[in-house]
């Protein structure tokens, strides 16, 4: 699996419990502990789940998280298996005629993160295929999340509602500590990644600008004088708008060494 | 399809192109289709997909996004594909060992909008199953997006990764004002300013590295052949983190001609 670190542990700490509300097949059951795994959700709950679910098969589709499958806790009731839960969120594609608030994806993330670094025991509530949680079960959630989706086309299925919301989870354990828990060493922040070389002086940089304007002199680019300083201008704002490694502009510097130097390895195949 | 409003448009204005790199099933590209649907976003290509991949079996998985698979656009390589783009986003796990920009998923999604209203050509990127690209067709973007996922557990499929960065954009126009619509305007973004020229297609750019190879290839630039693609994927990745416009293009290869000319100058100085 691309970027998988096996030798990572799996539990990332607290996190929500994810209860997935009369699930019709062992599949969707699967891919719905896949997009948990992703993002360091662990706890599955499974309400009154169709009779007869295939549970190999949701194994299999789990695959690497197939222990979250096997782990799962199966209750009859929605109320049942919320009874040891102090801030439910229930995901929908829209509310219907109830007065409840509403949080985006990323609001519940951030609200998520607060309360279980206080210590509640929050869960996300998802219902049968494509969202559809009926008006008796999303009353028993504190808040209804609704994700932003193109209303011609908004049927999102059980695992990717899982995804985005799990992103929105870990997302903000990630940007807002750093580091979605003390084990876990901070994931790489954005920003321009670096290996083995270091952002270039100022010094550096002049260096290559001026090596470059000296050739350009010698091969005659500046048509005249007073276009020269404008040309020059225009060159170094274009360099300037990245941050360039050291090891970038000795390679430039080499380009340029390179190209100028045709001639004379020209002349001398022509000699030899 | 709970949520769905069959009275609404399914074209809510410019968006991003999706570019899938060398899918291997027609399940996996129908579910990226769905993907593309749920945050309005229409236009795929797909780059050397797997010979005989399963036409039927990706506009069935598509569901009702089965037009998007249908117009899809197929090219037999990359840089053919991504000729008319003015910037590119290439999604992977991680960043290996190029140095290049990277961005969460929200800060491209953020970047997409500011860049879609100003009218430039955007593309996503996705390599094969599980974010894979090559550090070649990295460097054919202009920026690495990398999301935050449990280190233990980092399998994102295709169509995951499609969701994400559809969400993302989606959600930039829509948390404005509550839905996309093709009127909404965007967010503005910090930009470049761009005085009198554009940003350079991808076209224009693949231009000049070929004749900057050329000419360094006749200056013995490269010591030895099996150099070559490492050092051209270097440069490449310096030019591609900053968006260079068409004037600069031009500019730089005026540069190159003018420094790998210097001999012929020279010699007719000679003779002179």
């Known amino acids: 699996m691309a970027g998988t670190d096996k030798t990572r542990s799996a539990d990332l700490g607290p996190a929500p419990t994810v209860v997935l509300v ?13 997009a948990m795994a992703n993002f360091g959700l662990f706890d599955l709950v499974l309400v009154d789940p169709r009779e007869g679910w295939d549970r190999e098969r949701a194994e299999s589709t789990a695959s690497g998280a197939h222990e979250t499958v096997k782990k799962a806790i199966i209750f009859n009731t929605l109320t049942d298996a919320l009874k040891d839960q102090q801030y439910v969120y229930a995901t929908t594609a829209r509310p219907r005629g109830m007065t409840k ?5 990323e609001q519940a993330g951030h609200d998520m993160r ?5 210590g509640e025991k929050v869960a996300l509530m998802f219902g049968r295929e494509r ?12 808040v ?13 299925n059980i695992a990717q509602a ?10 903000h354990g990630a940007t807002t500590l750093g580091q979605a828990t003390p084990e876990l060493p901070a994931l790489e922040g954005p920003g321009l990644q670096m290996p083995d070389t270091r952002p270039a002086t ?5 260096g290559f600008f001026d090596h470059l304007e000296r050739e350009l002199a010698e091969a005659g680019f500046f ?3 007073d276009k020269r300083p404008g040309m020059m201008r225009n060159i170094r704002n274009l360099y300037a708008r990245t941050q360039m490694t050291e090891q970038e502009v000795r390679s430039l510097r080499g380009v340029v060494a390179s190209l100028s130097r045709t001639h004379e390895r020209r002349k001398k195949g022509e000699e030899g």
């Open 22 to 34: 009369n699930p019709q097949l062992g599949e969707n059951i699967g891919m719905a502990a896949r």
């Open 101 to 105: 608030d509403v949080m985006t994806p």
């Open 114 to 118: 607060a309360r279980v670094k206080r």
């Open 131 to 142: 969202w559809g949680l009926t008006n008796d079960e999303v009353s028993l959630a504190d």
């Open 144 to 156: 209804v999340v609704t994700a932003p989706v193109n209303p011609a086309y908004a049927s999102l």
């Open 162 to 171: 899982v995804l985005l919301m799990g992103y929105e989870w870990f997302k």
């Open 202 to 206: 100022k010094e550096e940089l002049q």
């Open 223 to 225: 048509k005249t004088e």
